[in-house]
């Protein structure tokens, strides 16, 4: 229970914020948080408030395993850190590359393939898998 | 002989006794009540009768506890008939899919494709418990590279040398 106090802020938040199938269990001295976020902001909110909680993220006692919330046909924001984010064929970095999004670009999301890995579609029309790290759900 | 007699004479008029006399609800209420204690799934359960019809009533865990719960009462001598009000508690969440993660391929491969873009990191492995990851990273830096083993339901093993710019 130790460290359900010790992320009782966080826990409170998640619910506060209406994160959906939230679940909490302490396994082995990692506290597992899972559900999804309704927004970006919630999911932000949430990492912040974990940075908060445990300076550096540095215990590794949190497994926050919190997506949020996207369904197909939703827009997504590029986010990389300034360079283009690779579309693939398939969704592993060794699948060749078939096209290209730029930073603050908005692309179409086709499926959620994985939690890693995304199919999305360009403005162009262009499809294939990007790694979900760089997609923001608007 | 004499004994076997009298055992059968006290038996005969037990018989008679509750043969002749309908038990009284509160009689019958209490008896429930004895035999739901003695059962632990149904030990919370509520009990009333009127008229020999015993109305029940709690949560059960599931279905098969409401059912062997009606079925435990309406055994009980006196009762005609159970209305049965316990309701069924909604199943606990399912424990969070990273509980039960492996360190596969394919969830290695996702930790090695995140951690390419994070060039100041290097990989050192895996080991029972997570990654083990080595480098230097930034506060922002630190935090995306959270997220991108939370994603991929895997930790960091505290075996990583990760220093903060």
Not at chain 1, 57 to 83: E, P
Request: charged share 20%; hydrophobic share 40%; with cysteine.
């Amino acid at each position: 229970m130790a460290l359900q106090d010790k992320y009782a802020e966080l826990i409170a938040a998640a619910k506060s914020h209406g994160v959906a199938n939230l679940s909490v269990a302490e396994q082995d001295g990692v506290l597992h948080v899972a559900g999804t976020a309704g927004s970006t902001a919630t999911y932000d909110a949430l990492w912040a408030l974990y940075d908060k909680l445990d300076p550096g993220m540095a215990s590794g006692d949190l497994m926050m395993n919190v997506d949020i919330k996207a369904d197909a046909g939703a827009q997504l924001q590029v986010t990389t850190d300034s360079s283009n984010l690779n579309i693939r064929a398939t969704p592993s970095t060794d699948g060749d590359v078939v096209g290209k999004a730029a930073h603050g670009e908005t692309v179409t999301l086709v499926e959620k393939t994985d939690d890693s890995w995304w199919k999305v579609r360009t403005a162009d029309g262009e499809e294939g898998y990007a790694y979900a790290q760089y997609l923001s759900p608007l | 002989m004499k004994i076997t007699k009298i055992t059968m004479a006290a038996a005969l008029m037990l018989a008679v006794a509750f043969t002749s006399c309908k038990p009284k609800d509160a009689d019958v209420k209490a008896s429930i009540e004895t035999a739901l204690k003695a059962d632990p799934m149904a030990a919370t359960t509520m009990v009333d009768v009127k008229d020999g019809v015993a109305t029940i009533s709690g949560v059960c865990k599931d279905e098969a506890c409401k059912a062997g719960c009606e079925k435990l009462v309406s055994g009980v001598k006196g009762v005609k008939s159970v209305v049965n009000n316990c309701t069924v508690a909604p199943p606990p969440p399912p424990p969070p899919a990273s509980m039960t993660t492996t360190l596969d391929a394919a969830t290695q491969q996702k930790v090695k494709d995140g951690l390419k873009d994070m060039t100041t990191l290097t990989l050192q492995g895996f080991s029972g418990k997570g990654a083990i990851i080595n480098g230097e990273i930034s506060k922002e830096g630190k935090m995306k590279l959270m997220q991108m083993l939370a994603s991929a339901k895997v930790m960091l093993d505290a075996a990583s040398k990760i220093t903060m710019k």
